[in-house]
């Protein structure tokens, strides 16, 4: 019959066998192929069944072992030949064998397998040879066998079988140690010219055995004997089943006709040994401080190991650990994979906080207009002038004076508050400067508007003034005043001398205190607005002709 491959269907007809498949005691046999065809055993602690005892100075005989064989051979060629039949696939000579014997693939093949369920499979058996020499020089010797196992083997294609039509009575029998299901059609219900099948479909290969242990008289000792099936070898590479190679850096093992993967990143196959690597993500800050740690490691590690130096440790690949107290802590990282071990450290630190007064790590306070910050236990000035502290964006004011009656030439002195740090001064008839106090002459006489914009960290401020350009010389009468002006020692009225607070208001508290050692006073001006200087001419002299 035809061994349908895995996924393929095969159809027969019952006709096709007119002397099977009519009872169950002869059944038609579905085979499932040549996955098998041998065998591997290993022997440990055989040694134990070597011996040699000499009574013959008493009358009595010298008892030892010098050798073993193994054999091995199915349970079909046993029923046809007797139990003691099979091939001899091993053999030894001598009074000390080995610790470990292995035996491999000794090629049974095929005939392993048989149709009938009773005699699928193939045994394995070890024999000792015995002698005894009596003191009169007569001897004998023999095989002994200590040892049998029947493998049971089911090591191809499972199928699905059905009828077709639907409608035929088949029987199948497929719940059985063996390799081959068993089917019979007791009663056709299909003749003539109506074509009966029975279909059949691979639909998976699943290797399978049964070890049965056959007792002797004999107790066994601790020999240990492992037998293992061989099924059949694979290609592209090609490999006995059993038989190992790699893949890039994954260990293959060929199983019936299949490369599977058997140990990946094997260091068999050249897998390197892991490079130890972490990174920690936790803010600058003082006690609790929660730090996560990332493995970066490379070349896949399978086991983490780390030591947070604080007297923990964690196993996890990616752990989160809190510190309570501040330091700079050493932490380890130790990893592992197949091939060897990495290790590798880093630093983390947590900061004290601050005292006089207490504020965590990080924590800001103002003594007078300076922000400071808490830097791991001391307070360090990070802003001067800060807003946070009251200081505030510039308020525009300057004053004009004439250097010199009829000169056109004129000193603008900036007067504005909370210290700026840029000016920009338009003159009102295209000319500029960014002095803090510029001198400027005028071409013509005129009505200017004059500008002045200054500026600090925290913002600007604009003031502008008219003034009244002329180049004719003013005179004024001995013991006046020009009009517009104030008299030495005196203050116009609705302004306060310099230094001094208007009625009714309070100059800003610009003193902190840090530690009662520290002070730190600004004066901040008050803001005027400049008016244009009134010019007062007394009188004109005219020229005689």
């Known amino acids: 019959m035809q061994i349908p491959s895995i996924g393929k269907t095969y159809e027969f007809s019952p006709k096709d066998y007119p002397d099977q498949g009519k009872t169950p005691d002869n059944p038609i046999c579905i085979p499932r192929g040549g996955a098998l065809y041998g065998a591997a055993l290993t022997i440990d602690n055989i040694s ?12 009595g005989s010298r008892r030892y072992v010098d050798g073993f064989h193994v054999w091995i051979s199915t349970l079909d060629v046993e029923a046809m030949y007797g139990d003691d039949s099979g091939w001899e696939v091993y053999t030894y000579e001598g009074t000390t064998p ?5 035996i491999n693939k000794p090629q049974i093949g095929s005939l392993a397998l048989n149709y009938k369920t009773e005699n699928n499979g193939y045994t394995l058996s070890i024999w000792i040879r015995r002698w005894q020499v009596w003191a009169s020089g007569e001897w004998e ?35 059985h140690i063996g390799t081959s299901p068993l089917i019979y059609v007791p009663q056709p219900r299909f003749s003539g010219t109506k074509t009966f099948k029975i279909k059949i479909t691979a639909t998976g290969r699943k290797p399978h055995e049964e070890t049965k242990f056959v007792a002797w008289t004999r107790s066994l000792p601790t020999m240990i004997i492992s037998p ?26 060929c199983n ?27 803010p600058d800050a003082s006690p609790p401080v929660t730090v996560t740690f990332i493995d970066e490691s490379l070349n896949n590690p399978i086991t983490w190991l780390w030591d947070f130096q604080d007297g923990t440790t964690s196993t996890e690949q990616n752990p989160v650990h809190t510190y309570t107290a501040p330091g700079v802590y050493r932490v380890t990282l130790e990893v592992t994979n197949r091939s060897g071990l990495g290790f590798t450290s880093g630093y983390v630190t947590i900061n004290s906080p601050c005292t006089n007064p207490d504020s965590e790590h990080l924590g800001l306070r103002c003594v007078g207009y300076t922000l400071l910050r808490c830097r791991n236990g001391s307070w360090v000035p990070i802003e001067a002038n800060s807003k946070r502290c009251g200081y505030s964006e510039p308020v525009a004011s300057f004053t004009v004076s004439e250097m010199g009656s009829g000169t056109r030439t004129y000193r603008f002195e900036d007067t ?14 295209g000319a500029t400067s960014t002095e803090q106090n510029p001198v400027h002459t005028y071409a013509e006489d005129g009505t200017y508007v ?24 003013v ?12 008299p030495p020692g005196t203050t116009p009225p609705g302004t306060t001398p310099p230094g001094t607070t208007p009625p009714g208001t309070t100059p800003p508290d610009t003193t902190q205190t840090l530690n009662e050692t520290v002070r730190i006073t600004a004066i901040v001006g008050l803001a005027a607005a400049a008016t244009g200087l009134g010019l007062y001419i007394a009188s004109k002299a005219k020229r005689k002709k």
């Open 228 to 253: 293992e099936l061989q099924y059949a070898g694979c290609t592209d590479p090609v490999g006995d089943h059993g038989f190992e190679t790699c893949r890039g850096y994954d260990r293959m093992i």
């Open 475 to 486: 005179v004024t009468p001995p013991g006046t005043t020009p009009p517009g002006t104030t």
């Open 256 to 282: 019936i006709n299949n490369w599977e993967i058997k140990e990946p990143d094997s260091p068999r196959c050249g897998f390197p040994p892991p490079v130890a690597k972490f990174s920690a993500v936790y």
């Open 98 to 102: 080995g610790s470990h014997i292995v």
């Open 141 to 175: 010797w023999e095989w002994y066998r200590i040892w049998k196992e029947i493998v049971y083997v089911d090591g191809a294609p499972y199928f699905d079988i059905r009828p077709v039509p639907s409608g035929s009575s088949v029987y199948i029998n497929d719940q």
């Open 450 to 473: 004059v500008t002045l914009t200054v500026s600090n960290h925290l913002g600007s401020s604009t003031a502008t003034s008219e003034i009244t350009v002329s180049s004719e010389t």
């Open 48 to 59: 134990e069944w070597f011996y040699d005892y000499d009574d013959r100075s008493k009358g």
């Open 416 to 429: 504005s508050t909370w210290s700026p740090t840029t000016w920009l001064w338009d003159f009102g008839d």
